[in-house]
């Protein structure tokens, strides 16, 4: 069973800093692109970052050079580390594990954490 578990969420200053973790079980982590989503409320759920299986990454253009998304495959893990935070960054952050095996895509999601950047 594919588990995605988030955590390092919470509320922070603007300009502040804060470092999300996503611990996966249930897959082969090597094999999978991993992803950072995030949902504003009342709004629909977008890319924040995107980390391959061989380390290339691709970010949305609102978090370039503010963001950096990493992670250990020793470990079954990526993580976000997010810097020079602003109020519009405020949302539930999502894990995301995918990859594409015989035509088919294959997901899982975590279950969220909450960022709130506010003074």
């Known amino acids: 069973q594919v588990q995605l578990v988030e955590s390092g969420g919470g509320l922070v200053q603007p300009g502040g800093s804060l470092r999300l973790s996503c611990a996966a079980s249930g897959i082969i982590f090597g094999l999978y692109t991993m992803g950072w989503y995030r949902q504003a409320p009342g709004k629909q759920r977008d890319l924040v970052a995107t980390?391959?299986?061989?380390?290339?990454?691709n970010y949305a253009d609102s978090v370039k050079g503010r963001f950096t998304i990493s992670r250990d495959n020793g470990k079954n893990t990526v993580s976000l580390e997010m810097n020079s935070l602003k109020p519009e960054d405020t949302a539930v952050y999502y894990c995301k594990a995918a990859r594409t095996s015989w035509g088919r895509t294959l997901e899982s999601w975590g279950q969220g954490t909450q960022v709130t950047v506010s003074s």
């Open positions: 980390i391959t299986s061989g380390g290339n990454t």
